[in-house]
Each structure stands twice: as C-alpha cells, then as structure tokens.
C-alpha cells in the first residue's frame, strides 16, 4: 500500500501542501556509508525550482533543502533521512474566486468528490510542489547510483517536443540540455522554441510537452517479473507525475507501426559480449533491463490554468465561469525534466537494490 | 513488494511456465458473498485463448479454470480463490534450437543474465501464457464490479490500430467487437484487417496494435494520490502485459501537441450534476476518476518470432542465426484485448475497495 | 516492505535521532474530515514526556507537536498529515566516552554490524526517544476510533507488574491509572511501587515490567486472516517498541498451563447477543476480533544502562569496561505505557478500515 | 497489504480448505540456481504431518507435495514456486451437527461475523490443515538458507512444556527432539509426558504447550528498524500459527523480573570477537541479530474441541451446546513444532535477503 510513499526497498515518503509551511520528503531504505549533503542534493532541487526563468512561474521558492536526520559526519547511516522545504512565496491572494469553483484539467473536482473536503491554497495537495520533494529523494538515489555504479552511470532528460514543435534528437547534445532554459537537446530548435513558448505566454494560454528520459551505464538484470518489471514501474513512477497522460519505453506507441522485423532488436558478439543493433526495446526485455541505454519518454499536458474564461460548475452544481491569472507555466512540461530523471533514478535505484536481494 | 503479485486490497499472485504441467493464480481480497462460478470465468478464458482463429496461435489450449479454494455452496467466502489452468498442448518440440540462443525481441538473454537459469521450454515464465491467469483474476473483478456497482458498470477494450491500420472510433460498435476475431470496433475496417493480417502471417511476419479501454459506470472518487493514482497504477497495470511497450491515458501523448484551451475539458451543471464537454483526461483528474468514462489505450509491438533469420548470440556469447517457425500470434495484440480489459478491473476494484477504506 | 514505515492503511513513517534537530513523523491514509488539532495529540504526548516525574529520565523535553501539513481548516483532509517534535535537551555532554564501545544491552553493536557507521549520540536511531513519534500517530488513530466507535471505545494501558512486585488486577482503575506517575491500575499498589522503584534508581539498578492493555468497543469482524490476524499484527507491533521482549494475548503464555475446559471460553445467548462467559482468548479467535474486550500484555527489560560497571567490547574487538550515568529511567516499561496504548489504536483502527475494504 | 501472503522479499501465499480438494502455497522471490526437490520438502512435511503418532490426530494425510512451477531441472529458477497438496481423509461426516452452531474456542463465530459466511466443513480456512503449506514453504526457506550459510546453520524447535509439566532445558539434545513424538528435547521428561498426554486424550480433554525454538549460525546484522525488527517479524510470524497466545524473545516475559545487571548480556571480546556472556537478549539486540543464537518460544493453548459438553449459540443467537467428538490433536502444541521452525526460517532467510539489499 502506498498512498503517498514510492518505491519497495528505496522509498520515499512526500508530504505537504503547495501554501501550508512547508512541504518534505522521508527517505527510506538508502544504503549507508554515501556521502550526501545538501549542496549535492541543491544541484538538482535548482533546475527544478520556479522562478527564474521567464518560460516558468514567477513564483519564487529558494527550494533549499534542510536535512533533519539520516545523515551522520556526512554520510548516510541507513536510517531515514527527512528533507524539509519551506513554502517560502505562498502569496495569500485571493482565494475566494476559486475557493468555491472547480477548475477545469485541475484535480478540485475530483479531490472535493473523494474527500469532501480539500485545501483550495494553490491547489492544496495536488499542486506541482509536491515535485520538490520528489527531486530531492531523487537527488540521493542518483548520489547512490553513482556511488555503486561509478563514471558510467547516468541519467538525463530533455523536452524533445515543445507543444506543436519538435527537435532532431540527432542533435541531442547533453551539454546544450544544461544550457538552454527549455531543456532543449538540440541546440537548433532553442531559439524557435523560446519565440513559441514567449507567445504562448503572452496570450496567456499554454502548450503541452514530451520529455524524454536516457539512463547509461544501467546494469543488466535489473527489473522484477512479472509485477514489478522495470518498465512497468517506470511507467507507474512517470504516470504519478503531476499532468502526465502517456508514456513510452523505447519505441513505445509508435511500435505499433512496425514489423516484427523492424521492430526486434538484432544482438552482434562482440569480444564475447552483447551490442544490440537498435533499441527499440527501450534497454528492457520482458521487464529486465538488458545492459542497452534505457529510454522511456512521457507526454506532458498543457498547463490548465488559462487567461481564457472557460466553463465550469461550483461547489452546488451551478454553472459559472473562471478563467486563472496568477503564476503559472505555460508550459509545465519543461519542469518535469528534472522531476522525470528524479524518478527515474528511484526506480532504477530500487530495482539495483531488489536485484541484490534476490539475486546478488 | 510483488514480484508476481498484482494489487493492493483486491491482489492476485501467478505462477507457472509456458511448458510446465500447469499455471495457475490465487486471488486474495476479494469481497465475501458473491456468486462466482468456473462458467462465469470461462467467458473471459474464451476470449483469449489461443487456437480457435486464424489469426492467433494454433496452440490448442481448452485454458479450463479449476477453482480450488475460497468458493462454497457457489459464493466466495473471502478467503484465497486458488485457479488453475492445466497446459495441455505442450509440445515436445526440438527446443534444442533455441536451447542456446536469445531469440531477438524476447526475454531469453535477460531472464538469463538476471538468474543464471532459464527455462527454456516456450520462453517459461516470460511466456504470454501467464496472462490466461490475468483472465481468470480479472474475471471475478469484473463479477465483483458488476454486483457493487450494478448494470450501468460496463469495461470494454478493442483494437483500434492493427500495424499501419487504423479505424474510424466514432464507429466503436461493442457488438461488433464480439462479433469478429480481431477486436475490430469498426464494421467498415474488419474485413482489410483480416486481409492485411493474413498477408502478414504468410509471409512469416508480424504487427504491432494499439488496444483501447473504456470503463463506463465507474463512480468517481477512485484512485489515491500521489503515488496510488488510477492512472499511474492503470500504466503500470498495463505496461506489465507481455510487449507492451506505451500506455496512454485520455488524449495520451497526443496531450502534448494540444493547448490548454483544447485540452482541459469543460464543466456543464445539468440538474446539479456535473457533465464534461470534452474527455481529453480520459476520465482521471489528478489521479482520482471523475465520474467520465475512464478511456486507456496502450501499444503492443509486434509478435518478436518471425521466420525472418535473425541475427543473435548464443550463452557463449558467440554470434549465431535464428528464425522461429512454430506457433505464434502474427499480431499478440489481439489477444492482449481481454488481457487489457482483466487488467483495468483488477486496478479498478481494487481502487473501489481501497476507497471504501480511506473514504467509505 | 517497510522499515520505518507502520501499518497497512492507516501508515505511520517516523524519522529522526535522539541527539538529531528534530524526529517526526508522517502519517498517511488518515480518514478525511476528522477535526484533530495540536492540542489533542499533546494529551497523550503529556503521558509520555520524560522529565516530568521522578521516576523518568531527567531529560527535558517539551515534546510540542507540530503539524506541518494534512489538516486544514482544523479537519484532516485525506493528505499525509506530518508532525515534527524539535529535540530541546539533546546535551552535548561527552560522547567520547561511549564514542567507540558497545553499551551491553542496546543496540549499539548491531546497528554498527549492519550499517558499519552509527550514530552514537544518546543511541541515535535506536533511542527510544523514537516512540514519541509514535505516541503522535496513535494520539490520531484515537482520535478516529473515537469519532468512528463513539463513546464505547476505550483503549487503556497500565504496568501491572513492577520488576518482583505485582499489583492485584480486580482492582483495575481507570481514574487511578491517571492519577499516579506509574500507570499503576491498583491503588493499594502504588506506593510500595514508588519505594521500590526509588531505591532502585539510588543504587543505579533498573528493573523491568509488564504493560497490560485494553481496548474497550472494538467491533467484531476486525482482522485478516491468515497473514494480517489482529493478534499477529498486535504481537508484531508491540514487539517493535524498545526493550520489549515478550507479547501475550489473553491468557498468554498462561495458556500453555491451562486444560481446553479452562481456556476455551463457553458463549451464553443473551437477547439474541453473545455474551462471553470469559477472556482467555483476549476478546481475538482466529485473528478476528469477537466483540470482547481485546487484551494483550507484553513485558518490558529493564533499562540497559545501569550504574555498575560492565565488560564490553570497543569498536576493534578489544576488551573494556562501561558503566552509564546520564539521565535515564530506572524502568523504561513506565513510560511504555502511552506507547503500547498508541501501537494498539494504530493497529485496531488499521484494521478497521481494511475490514471496511474488503467486507465494508 | 498481505491477508494470506507472508514475507518481503522471499514470499509464500497459502490457499485453501480443509475440506476442499487441496491446499497450496506460492513461494516467491526464492532466489534462482538452488537444488530442491520434493523429496526435501517432505522431510519437515513428515514431522507436521497428522495420523502417524498416538498423539495427533487420526487424520491420515500422506501431504504429498507436488511442485508445479519454479523449478527447472532440479533447480529454482527466481520464479514463483507453485506447491499443491491434495486432501485424501477429509471424512464426509455429519457436519450438520456444527453447521449452525459456533464452537467455543473456535473461530467459526468471528469468521461468521466477519465474512457472513464461513465454510463449515472442518473449520475450513481456520483449520490448522493450511500450516501444511507453511511448513512447504518453510523447507525451502531451510534449504536456500542451508546453501547460503553453510553448515553452521540450524534450526530446531522443541516442547519445552506441555500442559503442567516442564522438563529440564540444561539436557537440550537435538537427537532426543528428532526420536520421541512429543517433540520432547529432555530424555528425562518423555515417559511422564506420553503417560500424561494419553490420560489427557482418554478422557477427551486437552492440554496446551510451549515451544522454544532456537536458530545457529544466524549473521549479524539482520534485521530492520524500526517496524520490521527482526524480534517484531518473528512475533508476528510466530502468533499467526493458530493456537498460538504468547511469544517470547529470549528471557522474554520473564525478562521483567530481572535487575539490569542481571538481564543485559555482558560481552567479552575473544581473539577479536565478540562472545556474549549470556543471552537473555535472544540474540537480537535493537531488533538486529547479535550472531549469538536466536531463541524464541511461543505458546500454544490447548485444542478447543474437546469431549465436555460446552455453552454456546447457533447462528441465530439460541443458547445450545456443542462437544466435539471427530479426530483432534490433544495437544495441537506438538505438531507446532516444525510450524514454528517453517515461520523461523522464513523470517530469517527474509531478513537475509533485505540485508543484502540495504547492506549487502
């Protein structure tokens, strides 16, 4: 059971609302002895946090991470390790106009229909914040990975499709992904993109976004058939993030269209080991990652809150209007980057960590 | 933790290989008092079992359900509902071909690197076998379903992309989905499937397909953020099935190439209740259904043995040839259409139980 | 899985050191809609708290909770609801001393085994400064139960025996319990208890006890057989708190010395109820809950830290001695009493829901 | 979650009736490449099984086990381990005698209260018949725990007391254990114990038990705080076997009636390492194993059908009387025995494969 815990033996416990005090995340089951401090876990918590760069929200969070236990002389001691993050800029405007009204593509409806009761703030639960804590847990079990691991390990993630506009992933460049504020692998498609999403703003409406993950150095033999198979769990991991509404392994949807013949993945020996000749698969078989780089990727929808009016009911049924100023994304998509490679690492952390139970 | 355990409160575990004497499942949650019987289950069994078209596998298997615990005088009682399946068509064929080697596209090398042993027999565990249980756990969901929430409770899937062949869903005709072999909802497109998937079988080839799910009836409320929504658990439900490789919710990744004004979908209040105007969500906001009609598709790639040679390796690493002949669905799609269907009950009932805990 | 997670529905994850900023804890799977404030919980916290008697540890801590998320607007809302209680009175006195030697008793030798790094500052994880976390969870299960039974539901702890001296349980009293600072039920006890245990901490000695629990209106039908009974969970729950080392339902090990005449407890029809003629099954047959009052005891060691000086062992095999002064109490089962109460309410209303799962 | 699934990561799922056409367990997470077959099973079968001893039941059961899946070659394969075993001596008596009526001491009435329905037939899921399965899986857990630490590896459980009388722990001998029936470690003590158990059975009354069991050769450091403490698991396992009332860890119950200087277990360091000098602890400190020996006992109350005629209520609340007759143990403690070792070595190789997790 797992209501707002992820993970088997790698687990991560999140909390908090996006205008209470403050939001945090309990890490459990990390091995000991890694060096972690809050510095490292910063690197990842800043390409997340909102409000610097024009293409996200102007709300401002610092984001910065206070361990409150599990770490002793800089090192984890295996037990859990808190992370607290204060909800700095949770602006008190006024709540009264939505306090009452569903927005349409926002979880109020179905929060109200489930608990009878829901925290309007920001959206409460359901907000995006929740993110944070996630980047945080994900930012140890990326530390772990590179520990056990070592200089091969990694994982990156881009925005490969921005709304109507795509990208070469030919081009796809690591080094540019860091540099542009899109996440934008391919360093051609940065300047169109920035007019799109500028426009997109300006009239205040909002795009969708596919984000594609790659994880190097990924062992073979990870993945636990047949209800815990790599894939599946990423697929569940990446489903749970805030707006996302499908998911790819390798070829994904697209492998619908192709023959058995374009679509199975040719292995060469060589020197005795195992190079596929294309990865369709994505790194996994039958729910076990293969030693290939692992590639999954996720749609992002448009950011639901709009300038336009648009048509919705109130806490009695009435019909009524809204439409959502305030600080928003135009593109949520962009942030989920580093939310995307966040989960990742957990799953693939856990599922390192359960292979060794079973099978080291 | 579930390695071959699927669920929460309404769980199922599977066990059993594709050439062992027999597979089989244990359902446990499941409520008291409801009438389940071995017919009702076969109808679900009939569906999915190979060797009555030409268009599937011609392994004869008459995939009898035996139940032997948890049913007295016709009800359950409660207790484990232990399944079993007797494999009856087994062949003894020449498994010294692929004995060492990975077949391309399958599980072989990884159940190999992973465990260092693998029953080789029919690809044993990773066959798609094990999913004849997932019929027979996904059927007594549905009996369930269909006494909790009554007439209007209705899960439905189809194929409506075979390889590069779509069909028209505004034709989606649920009789019609009965009535041929290959799930098609579309009367108009059945007879260029069939053509286009006996071309393919002649020529020893295979296609992927693109199956899609609707839950009608299902009350809203369902689904437990964060790390338990009905759509994160949906995906991770269905990317567990045997070569699937995307899994969409709603408008799927196809959300990403929408904007915000034609993705979220409108509220109207007619006599007080709420009524969508659109269902890009597919039914789940935030990870709770709405009430909509809970719409999921996911892709199937196609059929990995094709008579193709194939280039591979053998357990020495050495570089080797294979092509498999035997029995194989040129399109394993289609019977992934009852399989898709037993897995969105088991998610759903299970999410229907576990929010009469928290919210009953 | 769960290491520092507790419970199946209503789950608790504690986190934090004894000589750490703070501990806490997040509770998750709460019932919405329930009104619990800081002050409610501070009641059973106020029975825990060191310092406030002379027979606890001298140690000051307020224990003031702080809710961080989950409640709003005074009512739980279905979120995670996480608590943070700050370490106040963690002195810096001189850890050199037990710095590289393993207390005979705690746990410090096999937390260094298993993780080869501890936190050895007044224990670290292993403190039973922990449990205060705990009594903070099951201050919200109570409160529940409360708001779920009504006024019927009771669970009530006492120590019934003292190291040697025991307390005669007819005269069990409520009102008593919350009078004397031994949670002793027997008037007639209580001062030969509070001599005894004096001279026991003049001498630097420690001494142990048993806590004997009650739960008062718990409706039958609670508990899953055959993995999750309410005895099993119990016994596994109170097992867990620091320093016990045995658990009894009912009769107990008692039962053991018993003929089945004796033990077996007959039933009488009263206007059509069931009327127990006894308890020796401690109100759980078949790990389902009868209706009786359920009863369960368990034993607590006496404190490890005593006076006298002991052998042990240093961090590199070599022999040393250790006698341990600082502020401890010279019966931990006192304070084990809100402890036990706590883990029995988490568990009980666990069940509570889950029965509301699968037969609700 | 986990109604009739035991274990984290090596896991078993048991099934069935005593009065159904068989009974069956689910092992998973067995770790892969391990030689097992049936005819090692059926060694810890045979000491459980019933209808061989003048002091069990006069069922005659042969508990053939069959395994259906997870073995390949003679080897686990990491896949699930599927084991049926038939029921041959379930008598079709006169059940409509104890149909409507509730025994005392049973759990025919929380069964009813819960589920609203029970299968009557021999107490169905509530029969003691279902350890048959725990004791399969067991074997297994022995078998992999047999490979992985070697030779110094042990398990034996014990009576230790039955009903009144007691015997002489100090003449423990292993051989003893395996020759008498009564599971009887003191040579001394098993001709007054059979004398006193057979005037037991001759006038059709009961006696409960106590059982030690002691496991050797257990590492440190298994054993997971806070909520899955090695001690915890191993009481929870333990008072899920039916019958069962207390549970003890090392001193246990008794360990509140000793000083501090008494109980806490001085340690010497010997070439290096660390020798305990007593082992009040059970050999698990902090829930973590010590490498000292792991003791732990239970007890067992005395079968509640008996031949007196004793007080109850049918299912429609009439007073009425019931005594048992039918073919019953005198003592269910006796065959306890290899249950209890099955849990023990379940826990233990569980917490072996979690270390190896976190740790390893």
Redesign the interface.
Known sequence: ??????G??F?F?????SH?????C?V??????VPVSEKDIMKDMNRRRPGHSKFTSQRKESDNVKI???I?QG????????M?IYNEDAKSRDYETIKNK?R????D???F???????YRGG???SAR?TASRVAAGAIARIVLNKFIGKKFNIVGAVT?L??LGCDKNNWNVNEIRKNSLFCPDKKSVKLWEKYLLA?RKVG??????IELRASGIP??????????L??????????I?AV?????????????????????????IL???KF?SN???G????????QQIVASF????????L?S????DK????TKISVRGRHDPCV?IRAVPIGEAMMSCVILDHY????????
């Open positions: 059971m797992s209501f707002n815990t992820f088997k033996i687990r416990t999140t909390w908090g609302e209470g005090p403050a939001i945090g309990v459990d089951g990390c091995p000991p002895n409150l236990s599990g002793f090192k984890t001691t295996g037990t859990p390790i808190s607290i569903f349409p593509g926002h979880a409806y179905t929060y229909l489930k608990y009878g009761i829901r925290d409460g639960r359901q929740e499709q709304g109507i997109i409406s909002s795009c969708g976004a596919i073979a033999g990870l993945g636990a058939p047949i209800y815990s198979k894939d599946s769990d990423l697929a569940g991991a990446l489903m749970s805030n509404k499908g998911v790819n392994i390798g070829a994904g949807m697209g492998s619908a269209f192709l023959s058995g013949e374009e679509n199975s993945d040719e292995i060469k020996g005795g080991k195992a000749k369709n698969a994505g996994i078989l039958g729910g076990i990652s293969s030693g749609a992002v929808k448009p950011t639901s809150s709009i336009s648009r048509e919705t009911i009695k049924g009435r019909n998509g960590l359960l292979n060794k139970a079973q099978c080291g």
